[in-house]
């Protein structure tokens, strides 16, 4: 089954909501059905945002309205953007156009699998043990992931040992779509807490950190789900590499650094409160940034379908792009 797909005029997309306890299919004929599936991150991950927009602006017939308040439903990953306005520029063959974009989306993210578990067996062969953050697999694309891509990518060569996979709070990422993942690819892990991630790391048990991101700004800074920052300090502080695995499409060069892309606050109650029972006291605030900045000098690699970027080159080569 693919994370998101176009069936009969309409899209069919996994609910992210559901999982692992049921593999429920959405089948989306609005915009507005779309917006709301994608603000409750039913349809999630930045390459798979990307898509969403694309196959909504064929949903809505090219409308321009409908399209800017699509493009609005999440803030962070550019991917949503960047697929609702290539379709845009395509009003003579919408269909067609969203079409390229969702299939590219498994072309392009194979590609950068390879590349990245190229650079990984160059740098830290023969056998990897990886730390990872957040949902990038195939949930998070339409059928093969971005850093879980190179996670099977390795896997496929024999040089994959072990995943540790952060759960992801507030929202479970990790250990509810992660762990699925790798429980069907068949790929050894453990789960372990979020603040556990830098002790992970400190303790040797892993010799790469691989992560998404939902936008590489210009200069290289990388903008991934919130808790990515302090693995890239503790692997920095550990001597390992912090790789960076995304399409092109998450490299925005019209956003010269991390502080300047626009980071999604959610709701407070997904701190405040667990399985809707409040938790912490009813006078008590949260701030929920739903993303973090990793700044460039702390990225060792970016490897996308088309380049690998080490940090100091990633400015002026994202630049070219
Ligand atoms: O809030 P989410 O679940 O959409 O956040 C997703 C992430 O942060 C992923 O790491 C990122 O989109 C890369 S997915 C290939």
Do not use: M
């Amino acid at each position: 089954v693919r994370t998101i797909d176009w069936q009969d005029g309409h899209i069919v997309a996994i609910d992210q909501t559901r999982l692992p306890a049921e593999l429920a299919v959405l089948h989306i004929h609005t915009v507005d059905e779309l917006i709301d599936a994608i603000k409750r991150l039913a349809i999630r991950g930045a390459p798979a945002l990307g898509v969403a927009g694309a196959l909504g602006v064929a949903l809505a017939g090219g409308n321009r309205e409908l399209a800017q308040r699509l493009k609005a439903a999440r803030p962070t990953a550019v991917n949503l953007a960047w697929g609702v306005d290539r379709v845009l520029s395509r009003p003579d063959a919408l269909v067609a156009e969203a079409l390229s974009v969702l299939g590219e989306d498994v072309t392009v993210n194979r590609a950068l699998s390879q590349r990245g578990a190229d650079w990984l067996l160059d740098r830290i062969g023969p056998r990897v043990d990886v730390q990872t953050h957040c949902n990038a697999g195939a949930l998070a694309c339409v059928e093969w992931g971005t850093a879980l891509g190179v996670l099977r990518a390795l896997q496929e060569r024999g040089a994959l040992s072990h995943v540790y996979v952060d759960e992801t709070r507030p929202l479970l990422q990790g250990s509810r779509l992660t762990a699925w993942e790798l429980t069907q690819l068949g790929i050894p892990h453990t789960l372990v807490a979020d603040s556990a991630g830098a002790s992970v790391i400190a303790r040797g048990l892993v010799n790469a950190v691989v992560v998404g991101a939902d936008r590489v700004a210009a200069n290289g800074d990388v903008v991934n789900k919130i808790g990515t920052y302090p693995l890239a300090l503790a692997a920095r502080r550990a001597g390992i590499p912090f790789v960076v695995a995304a399409p092109e499409s998450t490299v925005d060069v019209a956003t010269p650094t991390g502080a300047d892309v626009p980071i999604e606050i959610r709701d407070e109650a997904e701190l405040t409160h667990l399985a809707g029972t409040r938790i912490s006291p009813k006078e008590t605030r949260a701030l929920n940034y739903a993303f973090d900045v990793t700044p460039a000098e702390l990225v060792t690699v970016i490897v996308t379908e088309r380049r690998t970027l080490a940090p100091d080159a990633a400015a002026p080569a994202a630049t070219r792009a």
